[in-house]
Each structure stands twice: as structure tokens, then as C-alpha cells.
């Protein structure tokens, strides 16, 4: 591996294009949703053996599960689409094998089975010294030389991996705000993240993990029926939101993600926005390139172009004017912030 880099940002910001784009080089091994899967359980502090790492990787995430579970899976979720040897109902699945396994080979289950024997063997070490090893394998695997990450909602993991990968380097990838507000708003599991922190404002928690029973009982029935094994997927795909509280969401994101990669040397650091990929997508693409450090060989060029789907600007130019103003109004510190990060 000769860089590692993390695209991080919002999410719903053409991401998921993005790291189809990005997969799509010969010399980058594209970690799709792996912070994401492994959430902060990955990341434990002291020595871990082979096997406790393997853990880390392969226990099924405990609220993707549940969404499945409960009839609400997000789009990402791309083994359910295509689906193996493992399911929710009978194994649970692997929380590698959800998202980033299937971005990388059409045989996930064999590619787990393979790095399942390698790396319960491997010594005791720290989680950053066995996720080095891992892209090792991986980039030895697939013939690639750079590594990029790239999760939805993850900008507020810029310390972590400052302090995890002192080496790495970030790409912010963001968006116009009010379209991804919008977008937000429409999206499984962002929908389920502002229910969550309504959640967490009426009990004064810190985290949904750490809530009382007292708590979940003081609840509406609405919230705490989320918080069961199973629930409603309607309790979260049919309830009326508030379209402008995703923006506040969208800015509060965005202004803690700009301060934390504000701490970041600006040689290890670059933005990317959305906007500007569609519009410039072969120098926007060919910059991303040498700031990962690979060739922006043309045919890869000419590919990724072709992959930006420029009508998904715009989407929130097509509300009525109060919850455009709405929507504008709530995401102007987020966009102010940006403005200065940029500047």
C-alpha cells in the first residue's frame, strides 16, 4: 500500500458514485462503507489478536440488522441484493460482507472465507496495525497500490482516523446543501438518524445505546416502538418530517466536518464538490487522482464521466418556494462554513 485516503463528508453527496468511479482504476483498492460497517466498535484501544480483529469485521452491525430485520434497508446494503450464504434471519451477516465485500468481487462469500483464514492467524497488535495489514492483503489481492475509504456520515470520524492513521489523507466530498438535505429526507437511513436524535433530544442521552428503561418508556409510542428488535418500517419511511430539519442536520454535519478537517496539514487535505464533478468531470477527476497518488489514466477518465448523472442537480429547485426558502435558510451555516473552508 503506498497511500491511504478517506473520502468523508455528509453522505447522499454522490459518494456512491464516487467510490463506483473510484473502484473502477486499476491501482486503487476501494474500501466502499467500511467505517461504516465496523462503526466505532472498530476501533478499540490496546492489543487485539488475529481472531479478535476477524470479530470486528465479521459480527453482523447490530442496527444494520435490525433495519433488515424490520423491513427497512437502506439502498447501500448491497448483499441483500445479491444475497449468499449468510441472511438476517439465520446467520446474520457479516459486517464486511454487507457493503464492502460485494463493491470488490461478485464472490464475497468466497473472498470472506479467504480473509477469514489469514487474519484469525495473525499476531497480536493494534486495530491500526491490523487494518494496515489488512489493506496490504487486500491491495496484494486485487494488484492496487492506494487505498481509499469512503463512508456516508463519516466526517465526524476525521479525528479518529487523524489519530488512528496519522499518514492518511481526507478528501471532503460535499454537496449543494439544500439538494442534500432533500435527499436526506428521502433516504432510509438518514430518516432513522433524525428520529434517533429526536430520540436522544426528548431523553437527554448521549447515545441510544446508553438509554434507561425509564427512559424508553417516557417516550411517544411512535419513537420508542423504533427502539424494539424489530419495528414499523412505516414508523420511519411513512412519518411526516420536517424537510428544512434535515437541513439544520445537513449544516450541523457540515460545520463540525470543515472544523475537524481544519486541523488536518492542507498537504493531506482536498475538497470535492459534487457540483464540480459534474461540471468539470475529467479535471475533477484527474486532480482526486494525484491527490490519491495514481496515474489519471484516460480510459479511466472517459469512464467515470460517463457514470455522473447530472440530473440529480437542481432536485430542490423543484419544491414550492416556502420549503425551498426553508430548506435555504437551514443549510446557510452549513454553506457559510464551506465558503470558508474553501477560502
Not at 466502499?32 to 462503526?39: C, G, H, K, R, T
Not at 475533477?284 to 479511466?300: C, D, M, Q, S, T
Amino acid at each position: 500500500m503506498r497511500t491511504l485516503t478517506f473520502v468523508v463528508g455528509t453522505g447522499r453527496s454522490g459518494s456512491t458514485a464516487l467510490s463506483g468511479i473510484v473502484n473502477a482504476h486499476p491501482d486503487v483498492l476501494s474500501l466502499n462503507e467500511l467505517l461504516s460497517s465496523v462503526q466505532s466498535r472498530g476501533f478499540p484501544e490496546g492489543l487485539l489478536t488475529g481472531a479478535g480483529f476477524w470479530r470486528l469485521l465479521a459480527d453482523p452491525n447490530p442496527l444494520f440488522e435490525r433495519m433488515i430485520r424490520s423491513g427497512a434497508p437502506m439502498p447501500e446494503f448491497v448483499y441483500t441484493r445479491r444475497p449468499g450464504r449468510f441472511s438476517t434471519a439465520t446467520t446474520g451477516i457479516p459486517a464486511l460482507s454487507l457493503m464492502v465485500l460485494p463493491h470488490l468481487t461478485d464472490d464475497p462469500d468466497g473472498l470472506f472465507d479467504e480473509l477469514e483464514k489469514a487474519v484469525r492467524g495473525w499476531p497480536a497488535r493494534t486495530a491500526a496495525g491490523h487494518y494496515e495489514a489488512l489493506f496490504g492483503l487486500l491491495c496484494a489481492r486485487f494488484g492496487s497500490s492506494a487505498v481509499v475509504e469512503r463512508s456516508g456520515y463519516s466526517s465526524d470520524r476525521v479525528p479518529l482516523l487523524r489519530r488512528t492513521f496519522p499518514q492518511a489523507r481526507f478528501v471532503h466530498l460535499f454537496r449543494d446543501g439544500p439538494d442534500c438535505a432533500l435527499s436526506m429526507s428521502r433516504h432510509t437511513g438518514y430518516r432513522l438518524i433524525f428520529l434517533m436524535r429526536e430520540i436522544l433530544a426528548r431523553t437527554g442521552a448521549e447515545r441510544v445505546e446508553e438509554l434507561t428503561g425509564e427512559q424508553v418508556r417516557s417516550l411517544p409510542p411512535e419513537l420508542s416502538r423504533l427502539l424494539a428488535d424489530r419495528f414499523d418500517p412505516a414508523l420511519v419511511l411513512d412519518r411526516e418530517l420536517p424537510v428544512a430539519g434535515f437541513a439544520a442536520l445537513w449544516s450541523e454535519i457540515v460545520v463540525r466536518g470543515v472544523a475537524h478537517l481544519g486541523g488536518v496539514p492542507a498537504p493531506m487535505r482536498t475538497t470535492l464538490a459534487y457540483e464540480d464533478l459534474l461540471d468539470r468531470p475529467r479535471e475533477e477527476l484527474a486532480r482526486l487522482a494525484a491527490f490519491i497518488g495514481v496515474e489519471p489514466l484516460p480510459r479511466w477518465l472517459d469512464a467515470g464521466a460517463a457514470r455522473l448523472d447530472a440530473g440529480r442537480r437542481g432536485a430542490s429547485l423543484r419544491l414550492p418556494p416556502a420549503e425551498l426558502a426553508a430548506l435555504r435558510e437551514g443549510c446557510a451555516a452549513g454553506e457559510r462554513a464551506l465558503a470558508e473552508g474553501r477560502g
